[in-house]
T-cell receptor, first 116, second 115 residues
Framework: DAGVTQSPTHLIKTRGQHVTLRCSPISGHKSVSWYQQVLGQGPQFIFQ???????GRGNFPDRFSARQFPNYSSELNVNALLLGDSALYLC???????????????FGPGTRLLVL | AQKITQTQPGMFVQEKEAVTLDCTYDTSDPSYGLFWYKQPSSGEMIFLIYQGSYDQQNATEGRYSLNFQKARKSANLVISASQLGDSAMYFCAMRGTDSWGKLQFGAGTQVVVTP
């Protein structure tokens, strides 16, 4: 079975531009989470979506938004890009059927975003 | 608030030796899950092992085992018989009962396996 897929793998943008990152979860998984990983740090939680609804949001500005589609794939949008948005953006999927604390998240390969 | 602390920024280990990666955590949740992930230089986070806060036994998955000491709030990862392919960043993460989707990660430990 295919794992979590993300596109594009790499992206270069300039300050002020907008970017859209895409994620397809593992088949059968209904939940998608987004994380930002700045170089040298652990991933930071941005959003979680389950059944097309936002279920959790991290401490990120309103420039960050996301949505989930009926096929459970997801998009992360970032407006008015700043230099500090340069990072690896990771998408993770989970089944969401049992207790939340037990549920394992499986990550995709990530999208490396460079803002110049 | 939840917090994960990994105090070892980097470690060298010889091939075939065992290595222990430290992880301590802080949470007020009565029930929580602890996870370890491996991140090679390619960037993908690979799930290794899970430990539930109410699990009576330490988790094991192949060469990976978790030394869970609930009273000390520690969840150390032990990698036995290290291989060159084990060279990577290792992250400890935690998720609480009410944490919809949110995994709280530590800063990670860089492991380099030498021949």
């Amino acid at each position: 079975d295919a794992g979590v897929t993300q596109s594009p793998t790499h992206l270069i943008k300039t300050r002020g531009q907008h970017v859209t990152l895409r994620c397809s979860p593992i088949s059968g998984h209904k939940s998608v989470s987004w994380y930002q990983q700045v170089l040298g740090q652990g991933p930071q939680f941005i959003f979680q979506y389950y059944e097309k609804e936002e279920r959790g949001r991290g401490n990120f500005p309103d420039r960050f938004s996301a949505r989930q589609f009926p096929n459970y794939s997801s998009e992360l949008n970032v407006n008015a890009l700043l230099l500090g948005d340069s990072a690896l953006y990771l998408c993770a999927s989970s089944r969401t059927g049992g207790p939340r604390e037990q549920e394992t998240q499986y990550f995709g390969p990530g999208t490396r975003l460079l803002v110049l | 608030a939840q917090k994960i602390t990994q105090t070892q920024p980097g470690m060298f280990v010889q091939e075939k030796e065992a290595v222990t990666l430290d992880c301590t955590y802080d949470t007020s949740d009565p029930s929580y899950g602890l996870f370890w992930y491996k991140q090679p230089s390619s960037g993908e986070m690979i799930f290794l092992i899970y430990q539930g806060s109410y699990d009576q036994q330490n988790a094991t998955e192949g060469r990976y085992s978790l030394n869970f000491q609930k009273a000390r709030k520690s969840a150390n990862l032990v990698i036995s018989a290290s291989q060159l392919g084990d060279s990577a960043m290792y992250f400890c993460a935690m998720r609480g009962t009410d944490s919809w989707g949110k995994l709280q990660f530590g800063a990670g430990t860089q492991v380099v396996v030498t021949p």
